[in-house]
């Protein structure tokens, strides 16, 4: 199941460093979305992109920039990381009827 | 904005009993329901979804209903298996997929 693929699983990396994690799909969806999973398990969108346009940033602090470089990859880029960054971030797209939502494996991000 | 709520927040079923989760939504312009699974250390991924339109829905051991008037939407699971046991996310969102909102998830564990 590659439909949504996204690298590494896992990161780990020091406080202060700038780390990127990449996200791709094959599904020809036109919307992207980046998802963060706290300790909690909450699920909380941070970006979302529509034919490399953004269309949703909810309130995530200017260290996290996605960047789309076609409307098949949406990558995250995490500025000076800190240790409150630790979590799970999952990738997804939406299916062109704009309903289902296809996660990726998902990252799990350990800032020590 | 859209805020769901969920319950129970744990819940622990023997095998082969039924097991019901229930969410509640604010925004009355929601008009699509989807429940997501995620198994311990895996995406979520979806198991069933409803549409504003429909009331009722059932595929197999699960079905899921929906109270517009009331804002609220359930999942049944009869006949719990082992494998049922994961994290369960109700979601809403407006225009058939965008914005998902998910409620904060459920444990669901079933024991043998």
């Known amino acids: 199941d590659t439909a949504v693929s996204q690298t590494p699983k896992y990161l780990v990396t020091q406080m202060g460093n700038d780390k990127s994690i990449k996200c791709e799909q094959n599904?020809?969806?036109?919307?992207m979305y980046w998802y963060k999973q706290d300790s909690k398990k909450f699920l909380k969108i941070m970006f979302s992109?529509?034919?490399?346009?953004?269309?949703i940033n909810e309130t995530v602090p200017n260290r996290f920039s996605p960047k789309s470089p076609d409307k098949a990859h949406l990558n995250l880029h995490i500025n000076s990381l800190e240790l409150g960054d630790s979590a799970v971030y999952f990738c997804?797209?939406?299916?062109?009827?704009?309903?289902?939502?296809?996660f990726g494996s998902g990252t799990q991000l350990s800032v020590l | 904005g859209e805020n769901v709520e969920q319950h129970p927040s744990t819940l622990s079923v023997q095998e082969g009993d039924s097991a019901v989760i229930k969410c509640t939504y604010s925004?009355?312009?929601?008009?699509?329901f989807p429940w997501y699974k995620q198994e311990l250390g895996k995406r979520p991924q979806l198991i069933i979804d409803?549409?504003?339109?429909?009331g009722e829905k059932k595929d197999q051991r699960i079905a899921v209903t929906l109270n517009k008037t009331a804002k609220h939407f359930s999942l049944h699971i009869t006949e719990t298996q082992p494998e049922d046991s994961a994290v369960y996310f109700c979601?809403?969102?407006?225009?058939?997929?965008?914005?998902?909102?998910f409620g904060p998830g459920t444990r669901l564990s079933v024991l043998p």
């Open positions: 997804a797209s939406e299916g062109q009827e704009g309903e289902k939502l296809f």
């Open positions: 599904l020809g969806h036109d919307t």
């Open positions: 992109y529509n034919n490399k346009e953004l269309i």
């Open positions: 925004d009355s312009a929601s008009n699509y």
């Open positions: 409803i549409r504003s339109n429909v």
């Open positions: 979601a809403a969102s407006i225009d058939y997929g965008q914005n998902f909102v």
